[in-house]
């Protein structure tokens, strides 16, 4: 009995983490807190410096704009991470759990420009710039106090710093990618003009190969070795003598040159 039949597969029937709709449900709460801290701080902003001349007042004032403008950012970022994700599950969808979760905590982690290419998404000049803007304020910029020894450039650091967590033109713009994201991760896999379409075939113990295309997402084959393979078997030539002998796997064969292809090294 092949080893696969107890392994999760993600599909319809996912849940939490493996369930996109879940990373969405979090990327709406984190974006409308987003949006509440920036309004916030717009609010604030018209009342600094305060009329009366009060160094209290006018510091936790001060406090509260630099805290707003930052989390603001932060939860920016936080919030098209759920986005890119919700959809980075629907690329790994019919293929292991174990596998779209390691894959998250190893190689995807934190960089959003590079999930956004492996979700297809569509880009625009500069996006890459914003997702790098975003990655930072998750990692470090909205989160740490400025690392720096030197008291002149922390200075400058903390302004320049300061500069950009103001910058609302440039919050506004980055919203807008949030929001494309948000629809793009929307489309994949829910558009009748071109749905998605799923099959698999498992040999060995526990080797298979996976195949998805349509649903606004170039078409991809996962594949994973047999552990009781030989090591001269373990060629991406013989995976493909494994599907031509079989007729129900035409659908395989039309796309086998045509697909993204991609190892599972990680599902065992």
């Known amino acids: 009995m092949s080893k696969l039949t107890s392994v999760k597969i993600i599909n319809y029937k ?10 969405i449900n979090e990327g709406d709460g984190l974006i409308a807190a987003a949006k509440c801290n920036r309004e916030l701080w717009r609010r604030r902003r018209k009342k600094y410096p305060p009329e009366e001349d009060n160094y209290k007042v006018e510091m936790k004032l001060w406090k509260e704009m630099y805290g707003l403008s930052r989390s603001s950012m932060l939860l920016l970022g936080y919030a098209v991470e759920m986005y890119l994700k919700a959809g980075l599950v629907k690329v790994y969808r019919n293929t292991p759990e174990i596998l779209f979760k390691k894959e998250v905590r190893q190689y995807f982690k934190h960089n959003y420009f590079n999930i956004a290419k492996e979700i297809d998404f569509p880009f ?18 909205a989160r740490y106090p400025v690392d720096e020894s030197d008291s002149s450039k922390n200075y400058k650091k903390e302004n320049d710093r300061i500069r950009k967590f103001w910058d609302d033109k440039y919050f506004k713009k980055l919203v807008k990618l949030v929001n494309r ?3 793009h991760v929307s489309h994949i896999d829910s558009d009748e003009t071109n749905p998605a379409i799923f099959t698999k075939c498992t040999f060995g113990l526990d080797g298979y190969i996976s195949l998805r295309f349509g649903g606004n997402l170039q078409a991809r084959i996962i594949y994973k070795y ?3 393979q030989k090591s001269d078997e373990r060629k991406l030539q ?6 031509d002998y079989d007729e129900r796997l035409h659908l395989m064969q039309h796309y086998w040159f045509r697909a993204k292809m991609f190892e599972d090294k990680k599902s065992t």
């Open 124 to 141: 625009h000049l500069d996006d890459e710039k914003k997702f790098e803007t975003l990655k930072s304020m998750v990692l470090y910029e």
């Open 181 to 183: 994201v948000f629809k």
């Open 226 to 228: 047999s552990s009781d």
């Open 238 to 243: 013989n995976l493909k003598k494994i599907i």
């Open 14 to 23: 996912s849940v939490g983490t493996c369930d996109p709709q879940s990373w």
